[in-house]
Every structure is written in structure tokens, then in C-alpha cells.
């Protein structure tokens, strides 16, 4: 029984590794972010704020960039960020009130590369969305940074409907 077990865990984990090698994968630098327009906290510190902030972006560029075919590569590098609202203090409290008037934006190049290492698509990249309230169906409604993961989806399914992956 220990055996068969043995090569039950060591065969799941072989086929594990082996999806994640062939996957589509990303990389994100964050260029100059103390100079990026909005990535204010409200009552949180501001290095666990960006930190956080800068690990959801990237765990949402992942979950997209999977959808791209075997073995590609997004190299993305974000260049400023201005999260949707803004912070507003009331007395002691500091809080990201959301308004119409304070869309979020992102600005970022990007390259994508094929399993040989040629540059298939490359792009300055300036997101805005001024309507990012009238969004009815908004898939990330209680997630942090909701409305900048609708943005990016809009514009990574535009960018890339030739490119993805039949899933």
C-alpha cells in the first residue's frame, strides 16, 4: 500500500510540474513606482499597500496570461498606476472613496514572446475608464482592485483575441 501511494504522490506531482513548465506565464517590473500617479493606502501602511497592491496586479497578469498559448511569455512592465477613487481623510480616518470622476487608469508596455524567444507583439499601453461605474455585470465586485481587473480583462481579450488559447 506504501508503495502504491509512493507512486500515486509522485506521479500527480510529475504531471503537475509538468503543466506548469509548459504554461503561459508572465512577468511584471514595476517601473519607478514611487513617482506613480495613485497607489495611496488608506489606513494601511504604504509599503504593505503597494506590496500588496503590486502582488494582486501580478497574480491577475498570471491568471491572463494562461490563457495565452503554450509556452508564450508576457513581459509587462507598468510604468503608473492610478487606482479608481480617491483618499479622502475624515478626521482620524483615511478612506478610497469611489466617485465616477476618479476612473482608474494604468499605463504599461508590454512584449509577447513565442516558445523560441521572438517578440510576437509589443505595445505602449495607456488604460482609462471612465465608465468603470456603469459596468453592471462587474465579475470582480468584491475583490480588491475589481475595477482595474475588469480594465485589464477589456483590454488583454481585445489585444489578444488572435493570440489565446483554444481553453
Not at 507512486?7 to 519607478?32: D, G, K, R, Y
Not at 503597494?50 to 491568471?63: A, L, Q
Not at 494562461?66 to 480616518?93: H, M, N, S, W
Request: aromatic content about 10%; some cysteine; glycine content about 4%.
Amino acid at each position: 500500500m506504501k508503495i502504491s501511494i509512493s507512486v500515486l504522490i509522485t506521479t500527480l506531482l510529475c504531471v503537475t510540474c509538468q503543466s506548469q513548465a509548459f504554461a503561459a506565464s508572465s512577468e511584471v517590473t514595476w517601473t519607478n513606482p514611487d513617482k506613480y500617479r495613485d497607489i495611496r493606502s488608506g489606513n494601511e501602511t504604504r509599503k504593505h499597500f503597494r506590496e500588496r497592491t503590486f502582488k494582486n496586479f501580478e497574480k491577475h497578469f498570471t491568471k491572463l496570461a494562461k490563457r495565452l498559448p503554450e509556452q508564450q511569455k508576457i513581459k509587462i512592465d507598468v510604468t503608473d498606476v492610478d487606482l479608481a477613487g480617491d483618499i479622502l481623510a475624515g478626521g482620524i480616518e483615511r478612506l478610497r472613496v469611489i466617485k465616477e470622476i476618479y476612473s482608474p487608469r494604468l499605463m504599461f508596455s508590454y512584449q509577447l514572446i513565442d516558445a523560441s524567444g521572438n517578440l510576437v507583439k509589443e505595445e505602449k499601453v495607456k488604460l482609462k475608464d471612465m465608465s468603470f461605474m456603469m459596468h453592471s455585470n462587474l465579475k470582480y465586485r468584491n475583490d480588491s482592485l475589481g475595477y482595474e481587473k475588469k480594465m485589464l480583462d477589456d483590454w488583454f481579450f481585445d489585444t489578444f483575441k488572435d493570440n489565446l488559447a483554444a481553453k
